[in-house]
């Protein structure tokens, strides 16, 4: 987990639920710190956006009837990270063009490396811009997907006002954020039973919230969306269910995910609960009942036809 110091350590500001460091610090301010852990970061985003991908089909799969994912040409996942989502946005539009933007520099070599695995790169293009500074400018756009990165805002009414010109008129937004916490274990396991698990999410909860300087979950974000001239907005919570028995790649996550609980917020929680959840890290690779339910906020809303100020551009 990089060089921190436990739960005061400097500034790890990405959304991994366990992350943590400095409150009120939403944006992304590693450039200029050598000892910072981009492969740790990178890992654990891409393993949450990897439990993630069923939500990402379903909305997907849910915008049908208007975004024509066959022939859009041109995608924006803005606060990529390392590009899980960037490229399995670009699979389901197999002809579009995907600008990656992100402001940091690591985690947007990720992407060129997973999009170049994936035989993606003629498609998937990375930009490296802080959005809260400028949007670059970019062709109009068929999609702006905007997954765990609005939170990190100052002042996500302003991004979004600007996302609003960044789509062609009828083009849709997406955004994606924190809703419940995660659940793993059956209803009569004892650490659900005696609320050990819950004391766990709820330590990660307050020290998500305080790192943020908000609590994602309250804000109004379609309120933020109406407010920035978009329309059609819907707003609903998705959840990627993986059963028992989880295979792989949701055993590693779920074990990453109780320890660096217990590192980050071991604090905040008893030594008993400590230990009992110790043990249940040591379990994952072997119990079979364990499952992981992953929730996400997700909210669909379109530039509208009329009444804007988009002209084509220029060839
Ligand atoms: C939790 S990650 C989400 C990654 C990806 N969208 C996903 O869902 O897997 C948030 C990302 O937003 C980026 N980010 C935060 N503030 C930003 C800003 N002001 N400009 C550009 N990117 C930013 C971070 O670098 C990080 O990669």
New binding site residues.
Partial sequence: MGNDDGKHGHGH????DHDHGHGHD???RHGQDPDFDWEAMALR??G??TM?LPIVDDIVQSLSAQVEWATATHLL??????G??TCALARHAPVAHVTA????VP?LARVRHHAAEAHLATRVHTVE?????ALPALRPMDVV?????LH??ADPGEVLAGLLHALQPGGTLVM?EFAGAPAALPDDDPLAVDGTWARLEAATTAARNERLGLDPVTVDWAALLTGAGFTGITDTTMVAHHRAPLEATAREWLERHVRSGIEFVGDALSAADVAALTALAHQVSTRNDLFVSMERRVLTARRPIRGGDWEPPAE
Avoid: N
């Fill in positions: 500001d990405h959304d991994h939403r944006g992304h985003l891409e949450d956006a993630v996942d803005l606060g990529c990270g390392p899980i989502v933007l992100d402001s940091s985690l811009a802080d959005i809260e500074t997907w905007a997954g765990m990165v990190h805002l994606l």
